[in-house]
């Protein structure tokens, strides 16, 4: 079922046509306050209003088209400006093939710099760089590390379905690069993925426990633990725990709609509690990925196509 709905997301024919479908977009609706930015914002300020931080997103990917690769980094801009102005606690995440990866690396490296830029105008944010499926994290890593060494605040996301990822931990690490450790919502071949959720669950916790061990925080790395799962953030609070990390320095990531009362949770007992809050028109392959990431979320859909 899951990786049914990873290729689903990938249909132009779906996408055209199952956007139009009212349950569609009711159930689509948990997850995204809104298509505007306007929409976003309003819910970061509601979401500030509880104690919880945002991780704003501008939902699109695979841009084929100069002029709209460069126009979402203008829109990019405009979002980081709206968020200053409102001293509103809030980061933004881009994908790089949303940004022009797929038509000229250094066409998506010069927008990745002008939003990177533009985010150290505030101190201690970072323009977050969003994983894409495996042929991307190579050219992914590349630009994160790149944008670091021009000495701008560049974090990126890693996928604990990956073999490659311990690896790609331990040097990111070693380099300083913000990390935000999610479990991947592609469907990758079994050479290289884990395709049982509990040996994802494991692995997760493994690169959870390195990323908050001693000599990783000594080097001053900024982790994200982004996982909806409420056993795996008791025990990656309970590690943390023993190991004296301050509630305020223990960072999850979830994503708006999804488990809610665990976000307000986590504020409330003192932990830094972000929530993810994507907003665009673009919005059909992401939601197909947030449908096979929890059975959960596909009964949702089913129950809203059975009131209609």
């Not at 894409?132 to 050219?139: G, I, L, R, T």
């Not at 300083?176 to 884990?194: M, N, W």
């Not at 590690?239 to 305020?248: K, Y």
Request: aromatic share 8%.
């Amino acid at each position: 079922m899951r990786r049914a709905l990873v290729s689903a997301s990938q249909s132009a024919w779906l996408r055209e046509h199952a956007t139009r479908l009212g349950f569609v977009r009711r159930t689509a609706g948990r997850f995204l306050p809104g298509e505007r930015l306007e929409d976003a914002l309003a819910t970061v300020r509601r979401l500030a209003g509880g104690g919880m931080t945002a991780l704003v997103t501008h939902l699109g990917e695979n841009v084929r088209d100069r002029a709209e690769a460069e126009a979402v980094t203008r829109d990019y801009l405009s979002t980081l400006e709206s968020i200053r102005a409102a001293a509103l606690p809030a980061e933004v995440s881009v994908k790089l093939t949303q940004l022009g990866l797929d038509l000229d690396r250094e066409l998506c490296f010069a927008n990745v710099c002008t939003l990177a830029a533009a985010v150290a105008r505030d101190a201690a944010k970072t323009l977050w760089i969003d994983m894409e499926q495996s042929p991307y994290v190579d050219a992914t890593l590349e630009l994160c590390r790149r944008a670091r060494a021009a000495h701008l605040p560049a974090g990126i996301c890693v996928q604990a379905y990956l073999y490659r990822t311990e690896e790609d931990v331990q040097a990111l690490a070693a380099e300083g690069v913000p990390v935000r450790l999610v479990k991947g919502a592609y469907s990758e071949p079994p050479e290289i993925a884990l395709s049982k959720k509990a040996d994802v669950d494991g692995n997760f916790f493994r690169l959870a426990q390195s990323l908050l061990g001693p000599e990783v925080r000594r080097r001053g790395v900024r982790a994200v633990m982004a996982t909806h799962d409420r056993r795996l953030i008791a025990r990656i609070a309970a590690c943390a725990e023993t190991q004296g990390i301050p509630r305020s320095e223990l960072e999850f990531a979830m994503l708006y709609g999804i488990q809610r009362a665990e976000q307000e949770r986590l504020a409330r007992e003192g932990y830094h509690s972000c929530v993810l809050v994507s907003y665009g028109a673009s919005w059909f392959a992401w939601f197909m990925r947030r449908l096979a990431e929890r059975p959960a979320n596909l009964w949702f859909l089913l129950r809203n196509l059975l009131s209609r």
